[in-house]
């Protein structure tokens, strides 16, 4: 993927963290979000598409993201921060439904979005249960590169 695509990428995530969030707080429609983010916000640098997926699918597969999340965790999903939990939906969905993105881009993007928008240590907690998520769901690709390591 070219460097431009990828920040495209970025922005689209970043972007879809923002309107989940507001999805996950106001129970505002998302088609409503994206017009209304797609007209607000600067989109020149976005890859407009996956933001839009990102921001319709979340919400449609939300009962079978938060069952893969909250598996892992150590309380209720409902107490975990909402920007937290933004970034675990975000990430468990390109996890389970975008096997051609790596899984370190995957937690990298969701760590960089979690370090922006919020609280202070909360990345780590991100970090370490999506973590867990692709060691679950996409073992094959985390052993291939914890060998690749080891040379």
């Not at 991100?126 to 590169?145: C, K, P, Y």
């Amino acid at each position: 993927m070219s460097k431009s695509k990828s920040n495209a990428r970025t922005r689209a995530r970043r972007l879809a963290l923002q309107g989940l969030y507001e999805w996950q707080l106001s129970s505002n429609k998302p088609s409503d979000i994206e017009i209304q983010y797609l007209v607000e916000k600067d989109t020149a640098n976005v890859d407009v598409a996956y933001f839009r997926e990102l921001l319709t699918r979340v919400p449609v597969l939300v009962e079978e993201l938060d069952a893969s999340i909250a598996a892992l965790l150590s309380r209720p999903l409902e107490e975990v921060d909402p920007v937290e939990r933004t970034a675990l939906r975000l990430g468990a969905y390109e996890l389970l439904h975008h096997p051609e993105v790596p899984y370190r881009v995957i937690i990298n993007e969701s760590v960089e979005l979690v370090k922006m928008f919020g609280a202070e240590q909360g990345y780590r907690f991100v970090n370490g249960i999506l973590d867990r998520l692709a060691t679950e769901q996409r073992s094959v690709e985390v052993s291939a590169r914890a060998k690749k390591k080891e040379k």
